[in-house]
């Protein structure tokens, strides 16, 4: 079977912008396509530029967007690609400079990784064996992760802000919180480096990161796991955490969110903040979102009460 695919090129010193090049290639049963990218290199354009070393998924090195979505081109099938979109479409990861057709640079995301000190901090004690087999099982697989950028490429906040520091670095970040070796100061201190902007907060779990992982490491999931370590630590003075402890106090006090008083628990005491949600606070009288002070509260909130204080 004779397939077209379509490949974005560009070259920074010689193309003005991005362009398409299609190729036309004999596809074999089981075909990766990374083998059809090896194939039109070596028999069709040998400029094609792309980068790959293992070919057992396990290196991470060939992450491309492949028909829109971020992949690794050495587990992708050819045949089930043409056969769910009806045609391929390769480019490199997005939101990351292109270095020369399907390469991008890494530079800034391997600046993210080190940001957050992937390495375990003297915590003064060595933990005994039984605390490290404990830590070893919270780290939910994020010690799987292989670096390939995927998650990176489908971030919606990297798309907007470069700065983020990005699900594969805050996964990563989590695995040494999770670890029993590391304790006391120097958690607290990893905890409180990520409570700022740019950091664990920011993520707007928009479950893309998890969709395009090709190791299941769930970066989405790690990072929630990071607020909620970071919160029963005692990190809550930013918005993110006070909107999540306002929440629980809320349904807690009432059984269901009391929407007027919501906006007020993250915001604080702060009058500044106050007269700034104040327009948004009328918006939601005249909608009907703001409870009347004078309805009857809800029937058995002790209940709801009880089923928080199980989860705790």
Same mark, same amino acid.
């Given at each position: 079977m004779r397939l077209a695919f379509t490949i974005q090129r560009?070259? &920074?010193?010689?193309?003005?912008?991005?362009?398409?090049? @299609?190729?036309?290639?004999?596809?074999?049963?089981?075909? @990766?396509?990374?083998? =059809?990218?090896? #194939? $039109?290199?070596?028999?069709?354009?040998?400029r094609l530029t792309f980068r790959y070393s293992c070919r057992s998924a396990i290196c991470g090195s060939c992450s491309m967007t492949i028909n829109g979505g971020e992949k690794l081109a050495c587990r992708t099938s050819v045949r089930r690609e043409w056969e769910r979109h009806g045609g391929l479409i390769v480019g490199p990861l997005r939101h990351l400079p292109v270095l020369k057709d399907l390469s991008v640079d890494m530079g800034s995301f391997w600046g993210k990784v080190r940001a957050i000190e992937p390495w375990l901090r003297d915590s003064g004690r060595q933990a005994a064996g039984g605390a490290l087999a404990a830590g070893a099982s919270r780290f939910h697989n994020v010690d799987a992760c292989i670096m390939c950028g995927a998650c990176v490429a489908a971030c919606t906040v990297h798309e907007v802000d470069k700065g983020f520091l990005g699900p594969a670095? !805050?996964?990563?970040?989590?695995?040494?919180? %999770?670890? %029993? #070796?590391? *304790?006391? &100061? %120097? #958690? @607290? *201190?990893?905890?409180?480096?990520?409570?700022? &902007?740019?950091? +664990?907060?920011?993520?707007? #779990?928009?479950?893309?990161?998890?969709?395009?992982?090709?190791?299941?490491?769930?970066?989405? /999931? %790690? $990072?929630?796991? !990071?607020?909620? /370590? =970071?919160? /029963? *630590?005692?990190?809550?003075?930013?918005?993110? =955490?006070?909107?999540?402890?306002?929440?629980?106090?809320? $349904?807690?006090?009432?059984?269901?969110?009391?929407?007027?008083? +919501? &906006? !007020?628990?993250?915001i604080g005491w702060s009058l500044r903040k106050f007269l700034r949600v104040l327009p948004l606070g009328v918006r939601m009288l005249l909608k009907g979102k703001v409870p009347s002070p004078l309805h009857s509260s809800m029937d058995g909130p002790e209940r709801v009460r009880a089923l928080l204080e199980r989860r705790r």
């Open positions: 560009y070259h &920074p010193e010689l193309d003005a912008a991005p362009h398409d090049e @299609t190729y036309r290639l004999d596809v074999a049963r089981g075909m @990766t396509v990374l083998d =059809a990218l090896i #194939r $039109i290199k070596n028999e069709q354009d040998g670095a !805050l996964a990563k970040a989590y695995r040494f919180v %999770a670890d %029993a #070796r590391e *304790s006391g &100061p %120097a #958690r @607290t *201190s990893r905890l409180a480096a990520l409570q700022g &902007p740019t950091g +664990m907060w920011d993520c707007t #779990r928009c479950n893309f990161c998890v969709e395009v992982c090709p190791k299941d490491v769930q970066p989405m /999931e %790690a $990072i929630i796991r !990071l607020r909620r /370590e =970071a919160i /029963e *630590s005692g990190h809550t003075g930013t918005g993110g =955490a006070r909107h999540v402890v306002g929440f629980r106090d809320l $349904i807690a006090r009432f059984g269901r969110l009391n929407e007027a008083l +919501m &906006p !007020l628990k993250v």
